[in-house]
């Protein structure tokens, strides 16, 4: 069960495994958000092909499924060999064809996927689709209705409705399967023979065929994780907690990112801090309805028209947005949870603060997914996510050490190539290329090199030497000698206490742990086998391939304190 009692879907999962005599996982918070952890427990690994145990119908959201990474999905989830039979999606807009191309298996697909859409107020589902990926199509339709008794209408913004080719929202009507809301239908229940028809603040569209797809929210309802949230009451809400000292408020949903902005316009004699009115918001607001970044502002921008210039507004926040993981973790702690990791006036406070986790400090689950969201755009892949996610829930896992971890994740090949496309054009002259730094190591480079932050490049030489380079100006930032050629390529790890730290294999067969900024050694260890692959960090250590005659891959503990020069090796093969 991977909705909360909280979520409507709920009851779906719930009674339908009671109605069929299937077994039901009821998985708590921590679990869900643990995409390793819990993809073991959906599908164990078992040794008997016959008596494989493992989840047959999964029920979830688009974004739930996505935490897990590509990998996970495709070699465990739609495997061919998992036990999943129905993957039923809702709650969010569903995949594009393209995203499923990363996922899907190569050999023919052996599960049934589809795609659910509906509201609470007529009993959670209303519509289905199943997908066919050997069809030609890029989004999903909202397919046809569970019932005879479900109606379909889409109207413009004057309630009036349209047919054939058309945009607009759209609206569910049933006689039978409604929920009663006495504010809007009023206190007597009815006999329940009308049809009632609800609105559900979702742009559609509706193609020739008659296929209904959705297109995005309207106006002011949005949906925040799974939460149907109106904008113009939020902002009434905050008009009243923050009192007569505030002249206006908005609040604007960014859809890409999926963060809430809320501006606001104090009177002038007031010396409120955005700290202050965070603090107010944290205390009166619930989760879903605090806003990811709040902006003081003394007016807000009109358009040609004399109307609230809402891009300009969000247009101003975007240029604000950092673009590294770790300035990004930064500026999230110092805005949002009223830290700062770079005040040095005092000194024993900020130690303090540094050595707690995310949440002791005041962080939720809620924000962490928000956060792994964001940062998620500038991480290589999805074990960096779903590292991340573990560290910022972890109650053992400080801010200083979820900083140092960022500090050593590199810009995402995403991020580089939104830059190149924002570049202009330049003319394809015979000095098109040009020299923006060079260096020497001495004697050949059989390594690959390796990029660090987008600050450094490390790479070793035949020389017996690898350097540190600064990436921008070429600088030679350190120079570590080794007694024998380097063609192994070097890896970064990750550590609380010793940010800068790294290894490498070198050809006298000795393993080096050493600090990529100065170029000391930590320890050494000597694996009987000169060493050319990169080694490889994982949750059990480091695992070196060498050309030992005895053991050639072998695996080394990570967690040993750094100046313990009596390391232990965990496995060997």
């Not at 709920?10 to 952890?37: C, M």
């Not at 707690?356 to 689950?365: K, L, N």
Request: aromatic share 10%; proline share 3%.
């Amino acid at each position: 069960m991977c909705a909360p009692p909280t979520f409507d879907p709920f009851v779906v999962d719930f009674f339908l495994a009671l109605n069929t005599g299937a077994s039901l996982l009821i998985s708590s918070l921590d679990l869900r958000l643990n995409p390793n952890k819990l993809a073991y427990i959906l599908w164990p690994k078992s040794q008997s092909q016959s008596h494989k145990k493992g989840t047959t119908i999964l029920q979830c959201t688009p974004s739930f499924l996505k935490l897990f990474g590509d990998s996970i999905i495709k070699d465990v989830i739609l495997h061919e060999s998992s036990t999943l039979r129905c993957l039923m999606l809702g709650g969010e807009d569903f995949p594009l064809h393209r995203e499923w191309n990363n996922w899907l298996p190569t050999l023919s697909l052996r599960k049934r996927i589809f795609n659910i859409y509906g509201i609470t107020e007529l009993s959670c589902w209303c519509t289905i689709h199943e997908c066919n990926f050997n069809e030609n199509w890029d989004k999903a339709p909202l397919g046809r209705v569970l019932d005879n008794h479900t109606l379909l209408r889409i109207t413009d913004k004057y309630g009036m409705e349209l047919s054939g080719v058309c945009e607009g929202e759209l609206i569910v009507g049933s006689a039978i399967r409604r929920c009663h809301i006495p504010s809007i239908d009023g206190q007597v229940r009815d006999d329940g023979n009308k049809i009632c028809y609800r609105t559900t603040g979702d742009l559609v569209s509706c193609d020739e065929k008659g296929d209904i797809f959705f297109s995005g929210r309207i106006g002011s309802i949005v949906k925040r994780m799974g939460v149907r949230l109106s904008l113009e009451t939020l902002q009434k809400r905050i008009q009243f907690i923050l009192g007569d000292d505030c002249k206006n408020v908005k609040c604007l949903w960014q859809e890409e990112q999926q963060k809430l902005f809320c501006f606001v316009q104090i009177n002038m004699d007031i010396t409120y801090s955005r700290a202050h009115i965070r603090r107010c918001l944290m205390e009166n607001l619930s989760e879903v309805e605090r806003p990811d970044n709040i902006e003081l502002i003394s007016g807000f921008p009109l358009n040609s028209h004399g109307k609230l210039d809402f891009r300009c507004l969000l247009s101003k926040m975007c240029e604000k947005k950092p673009t590294d993981p770790e300035e990004i973790f930064t500026d999230f702690v110092t805005k949002t949870l009223g830290i700062d990791l770079f005040n040095t006036s005092n000194t024993m406070k900020k130690n303090s603060e540094s050595t707690m986790s995310f949440i002791a400090v005041g962080g939720t689950s809620f924000q962490a997914i928000t956060l792994v969201t964001e940062i998620g755009l500038s991480l290589d892949n999805a074990c960096d996510k779903n590292e991340l996610l573990q560290m910022l829930l972890s109650p053992h896992k400080s801010l200083a050490c979820i900083r140092n971890f960022l500090a050593t994740r590199s810009l995402s090949k995403y991020e580089f190539m939104t830059r190149a496309s924002c570049e202009e054009p330049k003319s394809h002259k015979k000095n098109f290329f040009k020299f923006l730094w060079r260096t020497s190591l001495n004697k050949c480079v059989d390594s690959t090199p390796i990029t660090i932050g987008n600050k450094w490049v490390c790479v070793g030489s035949h020389s017996h030497n690898l350097a540190t380079i600064d990436s921008e100006k070429g600088a030679l930032i350190a120079l570590l000698e080794l007694p024998d050629r380097i063609e192994c390529k070097v890896e970064v790890i990750t550590n609380a206490h010793y940010p800068y730290l790294a290894v490498v294999g070198c050809y006298n067969q000795h393993l080096y742990a050493f600090n990529f900024i100065n170029g000391f050694i930590y320890w050494s260890k000597n694996l009987d086998g000169l060493i050319k692959a990169k080694p490889l960090n994982c949750t059990s250590g480091i695992v070196i391939c060498t050309y030992s005659e005895e053991f050639n891959v072998v695996c080394i503990s990570s967690k040993v304190r750094i100046f313990n020069y009596h390391l232990s090796l965990v496995s060997c093969f």
